[in-house]
């Protein structure tokens, strides 16, 4: 028997995962400076989840601009000093 299509899973999360393991929360913790080894396990302090990543857009508009950018300083560079 076959599984409907609206059930399966392409095998990765589409999302962020807004609920992390300890092991993840201590990592991002001692990363922080704010967790070390020896304190306690529970009650540990929250932890952000979320991040803004740059949609492919905005990532190849910034690229342009540092290109145009670029090029723009080897035209000052070529102009002979007076």
């Given amino acids: 028997m076959s599984i409907h299509r609206s059930l399966k899973t392409s095998g990765r999360l589409i999302r962020a995962r807004n609920v992390w393991t300890r092991l993840e929360r201590i990592q991002v913790l ?4 704010r967790w070390k080894e020896g304190d306690p396990i529970t009650g540990l302090p929250k932890v952000r989840t979320r991040f803004k990543t740059k949609s492919k ?3 190849k508009a910034e690229a342009k601009k540092a290109q145009e950018a670029g090029t723009g300083k080897e035209k000052e560079e070529e102009k002979p000093a007076e």
């Fill in 57 to 59: 857009k905005q990532l």
């Fill in 30 to 33: 001692q990363k922080e400076d």
